[in-house]
């Protein structure tokens, strides 16, 4: 069976109504086998189940969240596999099997996603659930989810017939321990029954890492008792060097050590994981989007109609350029009673498709500061009457266990009520694949304010970009690639900062200043310019930041020593 390139993601969106991913990570994955199968690139795929799905949101009347299982049936979507593997978790025998879900490309090109679950009668319960929650459980619970995805992916690979791949690529440290079990199948190669130094370099020439997050939070740590008994592998403390860091087993350092190819996934995320990790060498290939996910109903047809090909070359969409102005706002504007229809029939808000709107959506956690647009209340009551008015529409899930994401949430709640009389806020529950479809498509502007540089990227934008919606954002992650001022949108500058002046008060002031004196003007003063502005959002940025660009750069980066694609795949 011929794949050269294995994937592995602990969470991957592949099916609008699978819900096995939590947001930027899993839907970059899944636009990632999309964009793959396209471009005919042979690539396998590893995840897990998540039978219980990331959980269904709700919020209560003060912006409290709390948290359901979001149950499905796998064999709605995915075909099971008669293939078995087991691993060994705390000593016992944890069997494994695989469901099979077809990544097809419109040609029928297709990349094999295998889910991998450990929910079969003949497992120890408590083993049964470790494919059951993305996300969900304490450390143990995570280490042991990850034993099944990096060194069960691998078996299970193997069991299936993929004996030829060339490079085994890991999205995020979740699935390092695919390494362990290549060292394994090094050593039994040479002969012996236990790794050595000299299988590293064989295991480094075949592994590529994607590291995801500066945000420390982001990259998985286990103390090593805890390993060593979950593990029961002395292989670790064999090569301490090579698995730990400051005394724990720590999955980004594993991941660096073991591979050939490391990547950030923007320019300037490569530039801060190379101070982090300063002693490897770390490239950039800046995430994108799979263009036609993403693009909603208007303007796919707009497309159709003046750039034919744009579904199989994302590149042409640099051809807006020549669609006239009225038909990129119209478009835009069924996108946005599209948005706006379904935003008053789930809450009953009232909000108009005349009034600017600005979209802001993306998970709850501090550092992505998702209450920076209503820290002055009076300020923007001030905007509102003076400049023009706004609506605003908040979503996004916090982590269960994030209690800071959560009060984040409750603020934005407290400042909507506080401010009702001058603009409309609301903040939709449940954020997913078809609401993130909806809000990037349907907003005038798209808002980002992370505090820097703890941005790795962001893709929401990109989205919003194939859309004809500009960006309102710091500049961090993938906006400092895409921002040109005034063209594609805007930057939320403050300049240099003043000793002892807060970062947030400064982004605060920067932000208002460019909604004041730009944003809301041109909107409502300027509409030939705002639709100006629209058109380069399409052709600069929703032609550049795609999955095609994306993967062509990995191709030619990251694969490309280790794999060659056959003239007839092409």
Known sequence: MSSNIAYFSMEMALHRLIPTYSGGLGVLAGDTIRGASELRIPMVAVTLLHRKGYFRQLLDETGRQSEQPREWEPTRFLKELPQRVSVT????????????????????????????????????????????????????????????????????????????????HMNEGHAALLTLELLREAARKAGRDMISRDDIEPVRRQCVFTTHTPVPAGHDRFPLDMAMHVLGRDEICMMEDVFCYDGVLNM?????????????????HAEVSRLMFADYQIDAI?????????????????????????????????????????????????????????????????????????????????????DLLLRDPERLKSICAKAGRLQIIYAGKAHPADE????????????????????????LEDYDWDLGALLTAGVDVWVNTPKPPQEASGTSGMKAAANGVPSLSILDGW??????EGRTGWAIDPGPIADGQDRSDADMEALYDKLEHVVVPTYYDDRERFIDIMTHAIALNGSF?????????????????????NSTDM
């Open 479 to 484: 906006w400092i690639e895409g921002c040109f």
């Open 252 to 268: 980004t350092y594993l991941a660096l050590n073991l591979s050939n190819y490391v990547n950030g996934v923007a320019k300037r």
């Open 545 to 565: 930041f795609t999955t095609q660009r994306m993967m062509l750069e990995y191709f030619l980066k990251a694969y490309s020593t280790r794999t060659r694609l």
């Open 89 to 168: 978790i705390e000593g016992r025998e944890v069997h494994l099997r695989a469901w099979r879900f077809d990544a097809k490309a419109p040609d029928g090109y297709t990349i094999p996603v295998y889910l991998l679950d450990t929910d079969l009668p003949e497992n120890h319960e408590q083993d049964r659930g470790f494919t059951h929650h993305l996300y969900g459980g304490d450390l143990r619970y995570r280490l042991c989810q990850e034993i099944v995805l990096g060194i069960g992916g691998v078996r299970m690979l193997r069991a299936l017939g993929h004996h030829d791949i060339g490079s085994f």
């Open 404 to 427: 800071a994401g959560k009060e984040q949430i409750q603020r934005i709640f407290q400042a909507r009520k506080a401010l009702a009389s001058d603009l409309n806020i609301v903040y």
């Open 286 to 370: 800046t995430n994108g989007i799979h263009v036609p996910t993403w693009t909603s109903q208007p303007f796919a047809e707009l497309f159709d109609e003046h750039m034919p090909g744009w579904r199989e070359d994302s590149f042409m969409l640099r051809y807006a350029f020549g669609i006239p102005p009225e038909k990129i706002w119209g478009a835009h504007s069924r996108a946005k009673s599209n948005l706006i229809e379904h935003v008053n029939y789930r809450t009953d808000a009232g909000m108009q498709t005349s009034v600017l709107t600005l979209g802001f959506a993306r998970r709850a956690a501090t550092y992505k500061r998702p």
